[in-house]
């Protein structure tokens, strides 16, 4: 089956020949109509009435705009995401396939350099190299303990409740929510204590595409350059030790690549899981009973994010093989299709009608948050953990929370990718009890003989299944790291 033959129109961008970006073949995206941008305050204001509208539009798959002049497929139905997820030979994720910067239409300080480049990592390959280097993250993810884990994210989460003022009024989102991941991942990866408040701030200009973005990924990549050097000639109990000792043998090249992704994903969704799931907790009447232990939970928030502002809103991408249909949309090789994960959970189609009917999503597991087929999130569990105990630790320590401002008021940062809040002030009673002092925490350690799972699956091992652990050990953690660090983050 073969697309009609397009002529040339003005508001879309156009290749050799007058045709479309597919080339003279003339398959692609349709002429005649300026295409959707998928950046700025349109996607941050009203992404689901965008979503909408162009379901309504153009079906499951719909052409978008990147930045001006660079085109793609962003793809809104539940059952297509699979069927691109799933489907290796047709949808690879190696982003050297895309036309734009093939035909020279990529600038070379495009913002969407950060988050489309091609790494030799885990997120940009198939097949069997895929699965080496997703061994060894899964492998190295499963070294952590998560009991650990959690009393180590209740630790830092009580240290930065502790460093705020006396007023009873703080702003989630800077003071909470974004710190906070930080402060455990720093230590899990052993980035030196001192180098937090700037690797937040590096990782936000990434992960927004922001005018600040490519100098900031190269100032952040040679941070991890540094440590992976020094963690090759001296290794410690971190997850960057544990990576380089890993069997399948990264190169220096690859840690540091490896680390990014750990960093920016695990960081990053995060902060955005724990600030969208307070937001809900605040705003929506069905939820505010978690407050004063009502019958919903703040594990049913933590699935109702998940479903309805996920962490990650859409995600590039894949990059097709060959000339092929999807969701009855022409696709012409090297086009690139952008993961719609909140448009795809918003599908009718997804949600059954017993959900819909009860309000709640918070039950239903069968969201697109973590992605899907061989390339799901590896680390959807430790950031489970951190997420649910930030927000347990919050809702404990300040049950009488409320909104600073009315909820219509806040604002969403103006990512493409992320679905963050830029603020969420809060008030809350001043005079809360003191806390008392908590135990001197254990450091984090390697198990005596970590062997990697015999059977090195797509899917995080769960606690209970996990073979590499992290016990105890007799050396106390520096009594000023969670001080030191929370206290930068209180000023800031």
Known sequence: MTAPEPTGAPGCPVAHGGGLPGGPSGRGL?????????????????????????????????????????????????????ELTRNEALFSKDSRRWRVPAEGRLAADSRLLPMTSWRPTLLNLDGAEHQRLRSAVSDTLAQIDHRQLRGTTEAAANGLIDSWGPDGTADLIAQYARPLPLLVFTQLVGLPVESGPRVVELISHFVDSSSQSQRAGAEFQALLVDLVRRRRAAPSADLTSWLLAHPAGLTDEEAVHHLVVLLVAGNETSINWTGNTLRLLLTDRRFRATLTGGRLTVSDALEEVLWRDPPTQNFPGRWATGDTVLGGQYISAGDMLVLGLAAANADPAAQGVSAAAQGSLGGNRAHLAWGAGAHVCPAQHPARIIVETAVETLLHRLPDLQLAVPGSDLAWRPSPWSRALTALPVLYSAFTPPRPPAPERPAWTPSPTPEPAPNPSDSTPSAATSTARTPASGRPAPRSWWSSLAGWWSGR
């Open 30 to 82: 349709p002429t005649g109509v300026p295409l959707t941008p998928l950046f700025g305050q349109s996607v941050a204001e009203d992404p689901h009435g965008l979503y909408a509208r162009l379901r309504e539009r153009y079906g499951p798959v719909a052409p978008i705009e990147l930045e001006p002049g660079v085109e793609a497929w962003l793809v809104l139905g539940y059952a297509e995401l699979l």
